[in-house]
């Protein structure tokens, strides 16, 4: 794929051969002809085809399109992430939560009576007709599902009457989900997301067990017991990891597809000189782009979660000024109740904001600002549908929150032209 710019105005030549322009304020989608593509490759055009292209891509840059909208997240907590275990069954060789599921302070049992006044001081907070959600989490967190049971039946007492949407979800690795723990969850509606990393010769390499062996059999058991209760789950969506230690997109979408899943998340493991990872997983994800979109047009693309966000905000032309919510609409709550803006924030005390019923506004109040205005994306053309990227690989890769990653700025916009380019598969040739 090769680009050209001119000022909000990007323009993408797809290896099919296709030009497409992308006005990167007004989030429009267009087919560009070859005169407007010379124009913007060529510095200083000078035949007047080009110079009438030329002039015509000003004009569309120049243009404010009244309905486009900026989606700003509001400092009002609406999901919060629980730890309700910080111990895990597995030993994943990219564990960002300590290297073994407990961020430094391991925990089977977490301290309830606290995680309550929590639940309670911010469902307080939501007005009459509101959603909240919940999502439990750990290390694995079916390691303790009594505590899963006792906090969403508070958090249900919580909102009894008051016509609140409480959703809950579960972030697990699928190996502990029994018959009665999948009859749990379905009583919940819960929205469930199973770790997996692929087939079993990659899963059982990169999620071993404690003890070293592979985990995919179990997963694939606990898999079989939620799908027996699927039509009663909120949603069954699989997670995997991607990075220097597997790239393999797509050998893992086809696996993931063939067992039953609907839905797939993929997430790219930030990490010192990752370059060449990355670079091999947006040439993947793209080769699963194409292939999920021949065989079923954009449901099919739309089942993988980034591509599926892309397209909601490109259809209602809304701004995303906020790569995610974390400190702002988004806290995490560790098992001892201390509080920070993004799970992978738990462990450290300088990112600690709150702990109890006690939140630190000053501190929370450093995660109020945009985060692509933060990050001085100012420039970028993907701005406000990258949002200004993930304050935790930034940490990662440079040591600072709000200091961007080149190469995840290289792969967020290599995947969203992929994105732009099936979207106007979608809109306008079919
Ligand atoms: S791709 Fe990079 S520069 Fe662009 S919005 Fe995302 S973080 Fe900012
Ligand atoms: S900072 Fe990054 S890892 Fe944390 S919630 Fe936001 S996107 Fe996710």
Redesign the pocket.
């Known amino acids: 794929m090769k680009s050209a710019r001119f000022n909000d105005i990007l323009a993408i030549r797809t290896e099919g051969g296709k030009v497409l322009g992308f006005h990167a304020r007004n989030l429009d989608v267009a087919h560009l002809d070859e005169a407007a593509w010379n124009a913007l490759v060529d510095s200083a055009p000078s035949s007047p085809d080009a110079l009438e292209a030329r002039a015509e891509i000003e004009e569309w840059n120049r243009t404010q399109d009244p309905a486009v909208q900026d989606r700003d997240v509001a400092a009002h907590v609406r999901h919060l992430l629980v730890n309700v275990a910080q111990v895990c069954n597995l030993k994943c060789t990219y564990c960002a939560a300590g290297g073994d599921g407990s961020f430094g302070d391991p925990m089977k049992h977490v301290e309830l009576e606290t995680l309550y006044e929590q639940i309670r001081m911010f469902l307080h907070d939501v007005p009459r007709g509101g959603h909240f959600s919940i999502t439990f989490f750990g290390g694995e967190p079916l390691v303790n599902p009594e505590a899963i049971r006792l906090l969403a039946r508070y958090a249900k007492l919580q909102v009894a009457g008051r016509e609140i949407d409480l959703r809950f979800k579960v972030i697990t690795n699928g190996t502990l989900v029994t018959p009665e723990i999948a009859e749990m969850l379905a009583n919940l509606r819960c929205h469930v997301t199973v770790s997996i990393d692929g087939p079993p010769e990659i899963n059982d390499r990169t999620r071993p067990t404690r003890g070293g062996r592979g985990s995919t059999l179990l997963t694939m058991r606990g898999l079989q017991n939620l799908l027996n209760v699927k039509d009663r789950l909120g949603s069954l969506q699989a997670a995997s990891i991607f990075g220097s230690h597997n790239t393999a997109v797509l050998a893992t979408y086809r696996y993931l597809r063939s067992v039953g899943f609907d839905f797939v998340k993929f997430d790219f493991a930030a990490e010192a000189n990752d370059e060449e990872a990355s670079q091999r997983y947006v040439e993947e994800l793209s080769e699963t782009a194409d292939e999920a979109f021949r065989n079923g047009g954009e449901a099919e693309l739309r089942r993988i979660n980034l591509f599926d966000g892309w397209f909601g905000a490109l259809d209602e032309k809304v701004r995303l000024n906020n ?4 400190g702002k609409t ?1 806290l995490t709550i560790d098992g001892k109740g201390r509080m920070s ?5 738990v462990g450290k005390a300088e990112d600690e904001v709150g702990r109890g019923t006690q939140v630190d506004h000053e501190k929370l109040g450093r995660y109020a600002g945009r985060l692509n205005e933060m990050h001085g994306c100012q420039s970028c053309w993907a701005r406000h549908l990258c949002g200004g990227g ?4 930034n940490e990662v890769k440079t040591g600072s ?1 709000h200091k961007k990653d080149a190469e995840f700025c290289n792969r967020t916009r290599n995947i969203i032209a992929k994105a732009i380019e099936h979207y106007a598969e979608a809109r306008y040739e079919s």
């Open positions: 790569h995610c919510g974390a988004h803006a993004c799970q992978w924030f993930c304050m935790f690989v929150k």
